[in-house]
């Protein structure tokens, strides 16, 4: 089970931190946890993701450089911070956790099939 958390309104410039707690699984036990996020009529679009068991990362262009996916696995949690946000970050984000090879996420594959369990999502909001 995931549970994510952090989303709220903040203004373009600014900075919000998401977490996602996981349950029932340890997360260094290779799981790979992707951040995604969805907008309204539009297709979920894998920004981030993570290897738990060596802290290897995946960024999608467009949020590279802004936004920081990191794992604490002691505490079973994912976090994305998110910095410089713009109008264009609003979406619902979503939380998964899969077991896969991040290298699939390199070769332009990190799709939502690749994960086995979702978390519900947190609204962000940045206004202009």
């Known amino acids: 089970q995931l549970q994510a958390s952090g989303g709220g309104l903040v203004q373009a410039g600014g900075s919000l931190r998401l977490s996602c707690a996981g349950s029932?699984?340890?997360?260094?036990?290779?799981?790979?946890i992707g951040w995604f996020r969805q907008v309204p009529g539009r297709e979920r679009e894998g920004i981030s993701c993570?290897?738990?068991?060596?802290?290897?990362?995946y960024y999608k262009d467009s949020v590279k450089g802004r936004f920081t996916i990191s794992s604490e696995n002691a505490k079973n949690t994912v976090y994305l911070q998110m910095n410089r946000l713009k109008p264009e970050d609003s979406a619902v984000y979503y939380c998964?956790?899969?077991?896969?090879?991040?290298?699939?996420?390199?070769?332009?594959?990190?799709?939502?099939?690749?994960?086995?369990?979702w978390g519900q999502g947190t609204l962000v909001t940045v206004s202009s």
């Open positions: 998964a956790v899969g077991k896969f090879p991040l290298e699939v996420a390199f070769l332009g594959n990190h799709q939502p099939g690749l994960y086995n369990f």
């Open positions: 029932g699984f340890t997360f260094d036990d290779h799981w790979t």
């Open positions: 993570i290897d738990t068991s060596d802290g290897r990362t």
